[in-house]
């Protein structure tokens, strides 16, 4: 189960979805893009809900876009290591997960 967190009117507001839904919903990841492809969280997040779904081709882009716009975030690096290592191809992953404790050392994910 995934929760979205939204600000709606200046206020939180928090919607339980399935990861599938992430990718369908309005208010959901795609949605973010559409308003703001340069939102990097989102490109991540969509990229995660993809891998969780087992659309691993189409997450790729996701975490190399996330990537490209925000260089700094361990949590990127990661996910698309995970990607990696479930396609089987563990020297990428590797290469991702290195590169997410070298930003955050104390980011135990990687690890």
Same mark, same amino acid.
């Given at each position: 189960? =995934? ?13 339980? =979805? ?14 973010? =893009? ?40 361990? =949590? ?36």
């Amino acid at each position: 189960m =995934l929760l979205a967190v939204f600000v709606v009117h200046g206020k939180p507001s928090q919607y339980p =979805l399935r990861w599938s839904d992430a990718v369908e919903l309005p208010h959901s990841f795609s949605q973010a =893009l559409a308003l703001n492809p340069a939102f990097a969280p989102a490109h991540n997040n969509l990229g995660y809900a993809l891998v969780r779904m087992g659309r691993l081709e189409e997450s790729v882009g996701h975490f190399r876009e996330a990537i490209r716009l925000d260089p700094k975030d361990p =949590l990127a690096y990661n996910n698309r290591g995970n990607r990696h290592r479930t396609r089987g191809d563990l020297d990428a992953a590797l290469n991702d997960y290195n590169e997410a404790i070298r930003l955050n050392p104390k980011y135990s994910m990687a690890y």
